[in-house]
């Protein structure tokens, strides 16, 4: 498993399934690139300039949207996950 | 539904109808884009350098003006939402 | 009415007829842009490091000139008001 | 008048008469262009992160040389002013 | 021995030996570039503005995932080593 | 004379005969353009963020080598200075 | 001699002799740019936002790995230094 460090997280990446509204299952190339996925590790979170450190807003489960392009993918086992900065988090899905 | 980070605000946008001065509403491809929208979420804030967090200046339904090409698209559910930060709203619109 | 976030201010523009020394009015594209104007609202101010609220330096009904080709144009009920910031605000006009 | 904000100098140009060694005076394209000027206006100046004003360096009436090209020209009944930032101006001449 | 100063880390990089499913060991050409490695030694951290030293996070002998393509190479005896920042550094891998 | 502001100072530069090893003095362009001076004037320092001045490093005197192209350039009764920040000096020349 | 200022150090640049495997020594050509060489000045130290001093990491003698095309080259009788900001050096060689 991956521990990441500073106010990084690490992201499996969901690949929704995508159909088109009249139900047909689209092909690798006509899929939009998902930036979604769910949160799998949390590092110990930014320092601040007095020395603190500042706990992360996220938790490992969390469903989340993430900047397109951001962090740094990384293979392990045959799983691709994405290490990225909390920044680089916009939002949590909650249902 | 999206509950955004730090100083981060869901924005739903409205495309107000266009009509010309002569009444004629406008086609897609003649109107401008609509830099207007309805807060949905608020995040926390930003945190300040001492560790506090900076209450947010907006509330959810805030109808606003943010600068165009700012924040990121997310849709959830067939609405098309745009992510941004506080820093990138420029005013409310009051009645 | 627009409400500026932070060290936001809005700001109406003021087209100044402009004409030759011997008296001819110019047309439009003769006209320099104006980067003067007047303020109509100001917000709340900036917010420093410690949490505390900077008190803006303008006021409502200040004339001002600005950084030509800053900030956003916002156009309400057909009048064309510019969001900017008060560091783009380079002085007052006095009389 | 023009009352200069933050840390913002007002300076009046000074194009000084150019003669070549043998003393011809020397046309408008053949000048080097000044940066040379007098400050005519000082602003209150820049603020602390602490909120406190740094008292500004200028006083009106220095005579002063500022980097080439910085700063913004403001035409005020005729007189060609430059508003830029203590920052931008280098040096006060003495005598 | 290489001992690095403030934040830096020297990264001893490992090489996995690339074999595809069916069991073909890959030469060079068809390999991608390894961000992996072994930390063989961590400076003494960065200098916070009050002046205190922040405890690396990064200790010798951790494997880690670093950013592709951060840090300079330097050669000592025949061995590749690389000179990056504890901020260049990813994640730790845990088995 | 030229009084420099914040972390400014003036230098006056020292162009050094420039001779070949078999000792003929260079021409004008087959010199290196120097980057040795001499300070003139210091202004009175940095600002820190609590207010506070920092007193300069530099004295008049100094004989200094600063950053190549760094700077500008005044010339004031036939003499060429260069005004620039305390940053951008290199290290005093002592013998 | 040179006297740094600030965070900075003046370094020789060893050239290390280089040698093929089978002995033969390279030409200047065919030789990899060094970036290594030895302390021999040290400037007072970085400024911290406080006003104090940050003791500088490294000694005079100490032999370093610096980042390539960093800092500035001054030649003083015969020899050529650079002159870089103690950021831009990475490790201390150690034996």
Request: aromatic fraction near 4%; glycine fraction near 8%; charged fraction near 35%.
């Amino acid at each position: 498993m991956l521990r990441p460090l500073g106010n990084r997280v690490v992201i499996e990446k969901k690949e929704h399934e995508q159909t088109t509204k009249s139900g047909i299952v689209l092909t690798d190339s006509a899929k939009e690139k998902s930036n979604e996925g769910v949160i799998v590790a949390v590092g110990p979170g930014r320092t601040l300039d007095n020395g603190e450190r500042l706990k992360p807003e996220l938790n490992v489960g969390d469903r989340v949207v993430f900047q397109q392009y951001a962090g740094t993918e990384v293979k392990r086992d045959d799983t691709e996950y994405l290490v990225l900065t909390e920044d680089e988090v916009l939002a949590v899905i909650e249902d």
